[in-house]
């Protein structure tokens, strides 16, 4: 989680304390393992500011913006296309143009990961796989192409987009092969 919020261990007990302190809501599940008192019955400084370090950490993580998990739209086509050759990756228009030509004609599935209105990734998915021969004779489907642009990585876009694409895949079989 970060030193900003680091402390000592402690016990957290199922019968909360009748007091309750603003903004710290544990102190009243929290007991000190040496004492065996709540927290609200001690009079201990924090460890290294860490009252001000929960209040940064939990500030910062509410102020991160929504994940929008959605189909492709005529739109990402642009917006992808930039954001490819904004970071240097190479990939033509007209592979996307096919993506979206193909998500229209049910022949692929697409997730965009956007924020504040700015694509952030992609992943697709070939209901029954077209470049792996051992599994698509099988009938399995084929997770194929999955980016999380680089100004978006470490958010766990990346995760949100397989979780939503493993979970369109188990509903076409068990089984799913990543080309």
């Known amino acids: 989680m970060g030193e900003d919020i680091a402390s000592a261990a402690f016990w957290l007990t199922s ?3 009748q ?26 400084k924090p460890r290294n500011d860490s009252q ?25 086509i642009d917006h992808l296309f930039s954001e490819f050759q904004a970071q240097g990756w190479e990939k033509p228009r007209g592979v996307l143009e096919g993506y979206l030509n193909d998500q229209e004609n049910g022949e692929r599935i697409i997730f965009i990961a956007e924020i504040n209105g700015e694509d952030a990734g992609y992943v697709t998915l070939y ?15 084929e997770i194929k192409d999955f980016n999380v642009f680089k ?23 068990d089984t799913v092969c990543l080309a």
């Not at 993580?61 to 739209?73: F, L, T």
């Not at 209901?127 to 489907?141: G, I, T």
């Open 19 to 44: 007091k309750r302190e603003s903004g710290f809501p544990l102190n009243s599940l929290s007991v000190h393992i040496e004492s065996g008192q709540f927290y609200n019955d001690l009079n201990i």
């Open 52 to 76: 001000e370090g929960f209040r940064a950490f939990f500030s910062r993580v509410a102020a991160q913006p929504e994940v929008v998990y959605r189909p492709m739209i005529p739109a990402d």
């Open 151 to 173: 100004k978006f990585q470490r958010r766990g876009i990346g995760t949100g987009l397989m979780d939503r694409i493993e979970a369109a895949a188990s509903g076409i079989a």
């Open 127 to 141: 209901p029954e796989a077209k470049d792996a021969p051992p599994f698509r004779e099988k009938h399995f489907p």
């Open 15 to 17: 019968k909360p304390h």
